[in-house]
């Protein structure tokens, strides 16, 4: 696999992890029972972070792409084995 192809998928999946870590951790005014100001939604983040949504995000996709380079190598899993149309 080439660098470049590998730094592609690699922001595939740091993109992918941002949206599944985004949910995480995050406080509303609601369970804090913070002041809102005015024009705010009530369910807007107290605690938003973006460096420690960056940090977890990296980890995730540095765990996830490298599962999937190990199958790219090792070939655990490849196209034959979820074939489906060789069931019927």
Same mark, same amino acid.
């Given at each position: 696999m080439k660098l #470049?192809?590998?730094?592609?998928i690699y922001f595939l999946f740091w993109v992918m992890s941002a949206f599944f870590v985004l949910p995480f !951790?995050? /406080?509303t005014h609601d369970d804090? =029972?913070?002041d809102l100001? *005015? !024009? =705010?939604?009530s369910s807007a983040p107290v605690n938003f972070s *973006?460096? #420690?949504i960056a940090k /977890? %995000? %990296?980890v995730v996709s540095l765990v996830l792409f490298g599962l999937f380079y190990l199958n790219y190598v090792q070939g655990w899993l490849t196209l034959e084995?979820?074939?489906? #149309? /060789?069931w019927f």
């Open positions: #470049t192809s590998a730094l592609a !951790g995050v /406080r804090e =029972q913070a100001v *005015p !024009g =705010q939604v *973006p460096k #420690t /977890r %995000t %990296t084995d979820i074939d489906v #149309t /060789r």
